[in-house]
Every structure is written in structure tokens, then in C-alpha cells.
């Protein structure tokens, strides 16, 4: 049964909505929950998602729509508990800081007049508007929706650049800005490395291990994914490179993203020498050699990114190189990790919440392993004719829109990667499950030992089988800090008492699958439904 309630000139950003939908999603008897304003884009999403048989002429674009699918008796429960959260009753506690509501950014502007910085989050359709806004009164924006057109993008970031304004985004989801986290980004400490991005996960991964290694963060800013695109131009890398260059903290700069187009990279490492600060180039893909000169190093992955800067922040000569699988240790591990295998089983399966994390594994695992497929195919990956349906070896994005429309990042909900992953322990072919496990404000409150549940019913499954069940080998990382609110520790010691082969990076779970895979003898490719051109 499906139940929708529109609540009329309520706004929430998309965060928030997520995290009540996936708490929604999480009682007894709800089998789906969406929270969403109520724009035609939005409620097309609905519709598509099945949530909906047709938008609801009456819910206007300012209105929260509320729809629920679940069995009677707990819908009434759902929505109750959904009003609640809406206007809770309890006060701020001794320490907390109580949040005020205005109605626009100036009139914020006017009780806030120390204000350099605005975070919009509002439906795609009008944020450019309201960007324009908060740059005409001189704040630096950071524009955390998505669904806006390319054309105002590349025009509010000309606008801020000739005004010496910073736009982060469109899709901007990840910030650190003087110390402070913004949207989904990790506790770090303050430091001499300056990270600048086009990809949040990418960015969370480069300032966690940072941290790791003892090195703090002095700024990392967020430029949105299409900003390296050459309707763009680079324009927020490139205004961010020369704030960094002025900025006293910092001393060595990171980039992070995909490789641009060749005029646009060349745009912004024009920029980068001119700093003579020791700039990182982490260009994923891009070939060896490619930005290797002057005060330029180039770093081949989030995590070669990580340790080249921290090396550098330590006076050191920047010499680290992640580890490949004809690495020993990997080897050894490997070997012993493929030994656990039973007869048939070959397959790797590699379920991913964050975006770069699946595009690195991809560029990494393509030259390994036959007829690698995806939802977000690059290089000679091929594309999965049905999404939900794994083929052969296959390596997925779950926070892609196509599993995210009308539903909560799994970053923030686990509970439909957890699905995805018992449907892939049930595959008798299935030998290695891949796996991300992101930490930090934003992200899930325990994402750990909500997966820890899931093997452990995937175990159950197996043990059940009448074959004596299998062995499927559990690889992954916990990207996070000491200081993340989910508590690493805690977090990590969860996933080993789960059975799981914890290695320290992204990278470094993929050579290790790798290796696994590799070791066994080659299967057949199965047919798929396209090779990507991309």
C-alpha cells in the first residue's frame, strides 16, 4: 500500500530528506520511503521509482512531498514519526548551538554580517538564482544541488572569478573550509595541505589518509564535477589554485579529479606552476609522465596523492608509489585469500557507495581482469545491460542516480547496498565482494555494523546451502578519521570481526581483489550489453 502527504511551504534540504527517508525506510513494515520537494524534476524521479503512478498536480515546487509504501497498519506510525522530526519538540541541550530560520539570504546576511561563505541546497531549478544572489552580496558560494543547467554554472563561476569570489559546485558534497566540515566531508586536523577537487569521495580519501599519516589540512575545497569540462574551463580549480597560493597556511597543494580536457588541464597547471608551491597532480587515469615536472608531482592515486603530500609537508622528497599486485605482501595475501575458494567460484563483485572510489577500481581492475563490467563504465569496461543484474566480473556505483532516484545515497542508508550484496552471495559464482565503507559528518551514524549484519545473513545463507556452502572473500576500507563521529576503531574492528580483509586504501583493496582474481584461471567473457566509448 502507498501512501503520499504533500506539506505545504516547507522547505528541507536534500540532506536532511535522505536522512529521514532512510530512518523512515528503517521501521517495521515500511518497504520504501521518499522525501523530496516537490519539483516536476522530483516528482518525475518518484514516478520512475514506482512511488508514484503520476505527479501530483496539487504539491508545487516550495511543497515537501512525503510518500510511503508499506503495509497498512505502519503507515500511520511512519507518518506521525515523519511530522515529529519535522518540528521536534526538544531544545537545544547546554553547549549546542540553536539553529535559526531565515527567509532569505540577505536577511540571514543582515543577522550574520560577518558572513563570507553561503551553502545552498535547494532544488536545481533555482539555485543558480539564489547563487547569484549570494554572490551580488559578496559571499563565496557552495552549491551542494545538482540539476543545474551547465550554461548558469560556467556563467555565476565567470561572474564570482571577476570578482574574486569562489563558486564550489554545482554538486558540490564535499568541503573543509578554515577547519570547518561541510556537507559530506571527515573531522581532520589543520594543516599545511591544500586540497582542491572535482570528485567528494576522491577528496575524503586524500584528506583522511593525510591525517593518518600525521598531516593536517588547511583548506579543501570542492569545484563540482563538471567544472573541468570545457564548457567550464576550470574556472573554480583555477580560482582556487590562486587562493591557495596566497594562502600563508598552506604549503602544498593537491588536485583531485578525472583528466580534463588537454586545453583545460593546461589552463589549470599553467596556474599550478605559477604558485612555485610543490602542487600534486592527481589526474585519475591520466599516463605516467604526463605532469612529472617542475614544481608539479604527479600521483597515479588517491592514495599516492595522500603520501606525496604528506611527504612534502614533511620536507621529504616525494617518492611513495601504491602498491600493484605483483607486490609481495599482496601476493601472499592473495594466495592465502584464494585458497578459501571453492571449484566455481570466479567471480568478483565490487559494490560501491562512492563515486571516484568505483571509477579508480575501474581504471585499476580493467587491465586485470576479463570483461569487466558497470553501471558507470570507463575505458574498456563494459556497460551491464540490467543494473540489477550482475555479469561475470562486475564493479558498480550504488550512489549513481540510477540507484538514487527517489532514494537516500548509500552513504546515508546502507540498507540497499546490504540488499545488493546478499543478492550476490547467493551467486555461486561469486568469489570476492568489494567494498567501501565511508565515515564522516552526513554519512550513515554505524555503516560498519550495518554491513557487518548483512555478511553475517549472507553467512548464514551459505552455511544453509545443501553444497556445505562457500567461502566468499570479503575485501575492503574504511575511509574516515580517529576524530569522525562513527569512530574508525570501532568502525574497522567491526568489519574484521565480520570477516572481512581490511586494507588501508581504496587502491590497495583493489590490487589485493585483483590478485585474488587473478590467480585463477581466466573464465569466458559473457556477453554484455555495449563497450563504453568513453
Do not use: W
Not at 190 to 196: E, Q
Not at 238 to 264: Q, Y
Not at 355 to 361: K, S
Amino acid at each position: 500500500m502507498t501512501r503520499s502527504r504533500i506539506f505545504k511551504n516547507l522547505y528541507r534540504d536534500s540532506v536532511a530528506l535522505m536522512q529521514l527517508s532512510a530512518r523512515l525506510e528503517a521501521m517495521e513494515g515500511i518497504s520504501m520511503a521518499s522525501a523530496l520537494m516537490g519539483t516536476p524534476a522530483n516528482q518525475a524521479m518518484l514516478v520512475e521509482a514506482g512511488l508514484l503512478e503520476a505527479p501530483l498536480p496539487e504539491a508545487a515546487p516550495n511543497d515537501l512531498v512525503l510518500v510511503l509504501r508499506g503495509e497498512e497498519g505502519a503507515l500511520d506510525g511512519a507518518v506521525a514519526a515523519f511530522e515529529k522530526s519535522l518540528n521536534p519538540a526538544d531544545t537545544p541541550k547546554k553547549g549546542q548551538r540553536e539553529e535559526e530560520a531565515y527567509g532569505s539570504v540577505a536577511e540571514a546576511l543582515r543577522h550574520n554580517p560577518e558572513a563570507n561563505l553561503a551553502l545552498i541546497s535547494v532544488p536545481g531549478g533555482y539555485a543558480g538564482a539564489e547563487a547569484l544572489k549570494a554572490l551580488r552580496r559578496g559571499l563565496n558560494v557552495m552549491l551542494f544541488s545538482d540539476n543545474v543547467p551547465i550554461h548558469q554554472e560556467a556563467a555565476l563561476k565567470k561572474y564570482a572569478s571577476e570578482r574574486g569570489l569562489l563558486v564550489m559546485g554545482p554538486d558540490c558534497g564535499t568541503a573543509i573550509i578554515s577547519g570547518a566540515p561541510l556537507a559530506f566531508a571527515n573531522v581532520v586536523r589543520r594543516g599545511k595541505i591544500g586540497v582542491i577537487g572535482a570528485s567528494g569521495t576522491g577528496m575524503q580519501e586524500v584528506t583522511c589518509l593525510a591525517d593518518q599519516l600525521g598531516q593536517g589540512i588547511s583548506q579543501a575545497i570542492g569545484t563540482g564535477g563538471r567544472d573541468l569540462s570545457v564548457a567550464v574551463g576550470g574556472l573554480t580549480m583555477r580560482a582556487a589554485i590562486g587562493l591557495l597560493a596566497e594562502d600563508g597556511e598552506t604549503e602544498i597543494i593537491a588536485l583531485i579529479a578525472k583528466p580534463p580536457a588537454k586545453e583545460v588541464a593546461e589552463a589549470v597547471l599553467e596556474e599550478a606552476r605559477k604558485t612555485q608551491k610543490p602542487v600534486v597532480v592527481c589526474f585519475l587515469g591520466a599516463p605516467a609522465g604526463s605532469y612529472d615536472q617542475g614544481n608539479l608531482v604527479q600521483a597515479h592515486s588517491l592514495e599516492e596523492a595522500a603520501h606525496k603530500a604528506a611527504e612534502l609537508a614533511q620536507g621529504k622528497a616525494p617518492a611513495y608509489a601504491s602498491p600493484a599486485g605483483d607486490d609481495l605482501q599482496i601476493q601472499r595475501q592473495s594466495a592465502s585469500l584464494r585458497a578459501r575458494l571453492k571449484p566455481g567460484q570466479k567471480y568478483l563483485r565490487g559494490l560501491y557507495s562512492g563515486g571516484t572510489f568505483c571509477y579508480e577500481a575501474l581504471l585499476h581492475l580493467q587491465k586485470l581482469l576479463p570483461a569487466l563490467a558497470g553501471n558507470t563504465p570507463v575505458g574498456s569496461v563494459q556497460k551491464l545491460a540490467d543494473i540489477h543484474k550482475s555479469v561475470g566480473h562486475t564493479v558498480i556505483d550504488l550512489g549513481d542516480d540510477d540507484f538514487t532516484r527517489g532514494k537516500p545515497h548509500p552513504m546515508i542508508d546502507p540498507a540497499q547496498r546490504n540488499r545488493r550484496l546478499l543478492q550476490e552471495a547467493d551467486d555461486p559464482e561469486t568469489a570476492v565482494l568489494l567494498l567501501d565503507v565511508v565515515l564522516g559528518y552526513g554519512a550513515h551514524p554505524d555503516p560498519a555494523g550495518e554491513l557487518a549484519q548483512a555478511v553475517a545473513e549472507a553467512k548464514k545463507r551459505s552455511a544453509a546451502h545443501k553444497n556445505g556452502g562457500k567461502d566468499i572473500v570479503y575485501i575492503g576500507f574504511v575511509c574516515g578519521t580517529e576524530g569522525d563521529p562513527q569512530n574508525f576503531r570501532e568502525q574497522r574492528a567491526k568489519l574484521a570481526a565480520a570477516g572481512f580483509h581490511l586494507c588501508a586504501s581504496n587502491i590497495q583493496a583493489v590490487a589485493l581483489a585483483g590478485a585474488v582474481l587473478g590467480g585463477l584461471t581466466p573464465a569466458p567473457a559473457p556477453p554484455l550489453a555495449s563497450q563504453s566509448g568513453e
